[in-house]
């Protein structure tokens, strides 16, 4: 347990040395301050309970791949990512009270993109990916996005934060209607309409392109994020409608089954996504 807990502690102390940092070196309001560390103990207190139940569901396998139960090394670098979000998170909410340090937004925001890159290629090179990597690297995307869209309504006003938001009003329906929690296949377009997100909110963040650009750019994001999720959600619909199936037993995983996929967790047939 000891190990499990290592990592996510040495985060939330980054979140602290960051937020002092930043309080030297452009100032932090209380505010400010109060953000940033609920940042940094709500990662904590996720990431924590992740490795516990990930440790409980699959302790072999866990011991194999992920050194015992602790962070592995992509899961350090999305860490990583997170301590700068929540530094993110802290200079926006002061941001409404005051200018903003714009070049130390910027800066924290291009690391915290160009970390999203390594993760998962560091996760490739040491055969460390696991689902919980995979869940906290998604986390903490939307996270950011939803920060720098909170930000960019200053200038462009409300409707952006639908970019930020999106992911959240899913999960919020998914609540109300089940089948839209269903997990949905890897997508390669998903991680590049995610980019594309964060590079347009930094530019409209960083105020360098004149501003109807600028929301021309941010609408061809919502518009991408749209159809993303779009995509998803008729494929969750699809698989919805179709009528219970018989249970494949004695399999973990779908094998395909005529023009459908039988799925051994839910029990039931799912068409096949494209």
């Known amino acids: 347990?000891?190990?499990?807990?290592?990592?996510?502690?040495i985060g939330l102390l980054a979140q602290l040395v960051i937020l002092?940092?930043?309080d030297e070196s452009v100032g932090l309001t209380g505010f400010g301050w109060v953000v940033g560390m609920t940042c940094g103990l709500i990662t904590n207190?996720?990431?924590?309970?992740?490795?516990?139940?990930?440790?409980?569901?699959?302790?072999d396998d866990d011991a194999a791949h992920r050194g015992g139960g602790?962070?592995?090394?992509?899961?350090r670098v999305t860490l990583t990512r997170a301590t700068l979000a929540g530094a993110v998170a802290a200079l926006t909410a002061d941001s409404f009270g005051r200018p903003a340090p714009v070049t130390a937004l910027v800066a924290l925001t291009v690391i915290a993109l160009i970390l999203d890159a390594v993760d998962g290629w560091v996760a490739r090179r040491t055969e460390t990916a696991s689902p919980l990597?995979?869940?906290?690297?998604?986390e903490v995307d939307a996270f950011l996005i939803l920060v720098l869209s909170v930000y960019v309504t200053r200038s462009s006003g409300v409707w952006v934060?639908?970019?930020?938001?999106?992911?959240?009003l899913l999960l919020a329906a998914g609540w109300l209607l089940p089948w839209l929690s269903e997990s949905v296949p890897p997508r390669y377009w998903r991680k590049v309409v995610a980019a594309i997100q964060g590079i347009v909110l930094t530019f409209a963040m960083a105020d360098v392109l004149p501003r109807l650009w600028a929301d021309a750019a941010l609408a061809a994001a919502l518009a991408l994020l749209t159809e993303s999720f779009g995509r998803d959600i008729w494929g969750l619909w699809r698989c919805r409608r179709v009528e219970p199936g018989p249970l494949a037993r004695g399999?973990?995983?779908s094998e395909p089954h005529g023009n459908y996929e039988l799925s051994a967790r839910r029990g039931r047939e799912v068409p096949r996504w494209s």
Not at 1 to 9: E, I, S
Not at 45 to 59: I, P
């Open 45 to 59: 207190a996720a990431l924590t309970g992740g490795l516990e139940r990930h440790a409980d569901h699959d302790a």
């Open 1 to 9: 347990m000891r190990l499990v807990q290592t990592g996510p502690a």
């Open 251 to 253: 399999t973990a995983m």
């Open 20 to 22: 002092v940092a930043l």
């Open 161 to 168: 934060l639908a970019i930020g938001a999106a992911r959240y």
């Open 70 to 75: 602790g962070l592995g090394p992509a899961d």
């Open 133 to 138: 990597g995979a869940q906290f690297d998604m």
